[in-house]
C-alpha cells in the first residue's frame, strides 16, 4: 500500500497541507485521481448519499462533475486533532442551463496509518448566485498559490 502523505498525527503544518492537497486534487476533476487519496473500502456520507469503497466514489464523482459544471473548490481546515480533521468548503458551479451556484460545507475526516481517508462525512448546502457574483475566477486546475483562502476573503 503507498502511503498518502502527510500522515497521521497531524500537527497544524500537516493537516493544512493535508487540506491544500485534497483540495488541489478536487479541482483536477479527475475523479480516478482524487478516488486514490481514499482506503479500499473507505465509507462517505456526502449529503443525503451513502457510499462505500473507491468504485462507488469514482462513479460519484463522475456523476457530480457532469452536472456541475466549471467546478471551482477552496477547502479551509477548521480543527484537527491526532487522525481526524474538521473542514470547511465552498464551490462555485453551474448547471447546463448555465444556473450559476456556491455551495457552503463542513467535512469531517478520519484518516488511516498510511494518509488515506478512510471515512467523509460531508454537509453542503446549494445557494443561487449570479454569474456577476462569483469569487473563485481561476482557469481549470489547482486554486493558484496567490489566490486567496476563505478567510483571506473573509467568506
Not at 460545507?105 to 454537509?123: I, K, P, Q, V, Y
Not at 445557494?127 to 486567496?148: M, V
Amino acid at each position: 500500500m503507498n502511503a498518502r502523505p502527510p500522515l497521521p498525527p497531524f500537527t497544524a503544518e500537516t493537516a493544512a497541507q493535508k487540506v491544500r492537497l485534497a483540495e488541489n486534487a478536487w479541482n483536477s476533476r479527475d475523479p480516478e485521481k482524487v478516488a486514490l487519496a481514499y482506503t479500499e473500502d473507505s465509507v462517505w456520507r456526502n449529503r443525503a448519499e451513502f457510499l462505500q469503497g473507491r468504485d462507488a466514489i469514482v462513479a460519484f464523482l463522475r456523476r457530480k462533475w457532469a452536472r456541475e459544471l466549471d467546478y471551482r473548490l477552496v477547502k479551509e481546515l477548521w480543527g484537527f486533532r491526532e487522525n481526524r480533521m474538521a473542514v470547511r468548503f465552498k464551490y462555485e458551479w453551474h448547471d447546463d442551463s448555465g444556473n450559476w451556484f456556491r455551495s457552503h460545507g463542513n467535512e469531517l475526516w478520519e484518516f488511516d496509518e498510511h494518509g488515506l481517508m478512510r471515512r467523509r462525512e460531508a454537509s453542503i448546502n446549494d445557494a443561487p448566485i449570479l454569474a456577476s457574483e462569483r469569487k473563485f475566477l481561476w482557469g481549470e486546475g489547482p486554486r493558484p498559490e496567490n489566490h486567496p483562502g476563505l478567510t483571506e476573503m473573509a467568506f
